[in-house]
């Protein structure tokens, strides 16, 4: 399902890299407004396969035009798809990502991009207390061929209030924890693209469980959810 607009979509993509201004996009605006009428289905079918096994609330397709304010890149337009998928709150945590772009830079991602300094601060405490079973989540030899390991920023040493010899540092001193799986071009042409992005995402639940568990209980496992 999509190939073709997928295929569309990568080949827009590279001409809009060559063509990244007003004039050129706004003469092929109609294409591209036709591509992304087609690719908003291929997010609303992952959203639908998502909700088989897990509960989200939204789906969110970020627009093509760049906010250039505050940004030393001035070329108005992305050149690619994103979008988010957002777990329901607040007794789910975590989202997911697509994104799709030429030159086999297309990925998906989950996690925790921007955790609240609340919910970084339990997290962190978490590890603190006990790191056995999140090391045992994601060291899982099924879970690792399908999403590696952590990517995300982390502090250069250890966050205010931990110590930097702790055996769990190498966690605590995290800023995001995110999970990514790169796709090349061909990857994401081919027939199985979708059902292998539903595989991944739903390889990622015993993470999310956790993860979820902890950001909704305190640190002696009261539940932090009013009933």
């Not at 998502?50 to 070329?75: A, E, M, P, T």
């Amino acid at each position: 399902m999509g190939t073709s607009a997928l295929k569309s979509a990568l080949n827009f993509f590279k001409q809009l890299e060559k063509n990244n201004n007003r004039d050129w996009f706004n003469e092929n605006k109609p294409e591209f407004k036709a591509i992304e009428t087609e690719i908003k289905k291929i997010y609303n079918s992952v959203l639908e396969n998502l909700n088989k096994h897990d509960d989200i609330d939204k789906l969110k397709l970020f627009r093509i035009y760049r906010d250039v304010r505050f940004s030393k890149n001035k070329l108005p337009y992305k050149t690619h798809f994103g979008g988010s998928f957002h777990r329901t709150k607040p007794k789910l945590r975590g989202g997911y990502y697509l994104h799709i772009q030429p030159n086999n830079e297309s990925f998906i991602a989950t996690g925790f991009w921007e955790p609240a300094k609340a919910d970084l601060q339990r997290i962190r405490k978490e590890f603190e207390m006990d790191d056995s079973e999140i090391r045992k989540i994601i060291g899982n030899k099924s879970f690792k061929s399908i999403w590696g390991g952590f990517v995300g920023d982390e502090v250069k040493t250890a966050p205010r209030g931990f110590d930097k010899e702790h055996k769990a540092i190498d966690l605590i001193k995290k800023k995001q924890y995110i999970f990514v799986k790169k796709f090349t071009d061909k990857a994401v042409l081919d027939a199985n693209f979708l059902d292998d992005i539903n595989t991944s995402f739903k390889a990622i639940r015993p993470y999310f469980d956790y993860m979820s568990d902890v950001l909704t209980t305190d640190l002696n496992g009261v539940s932090l959810i009013e009933k």
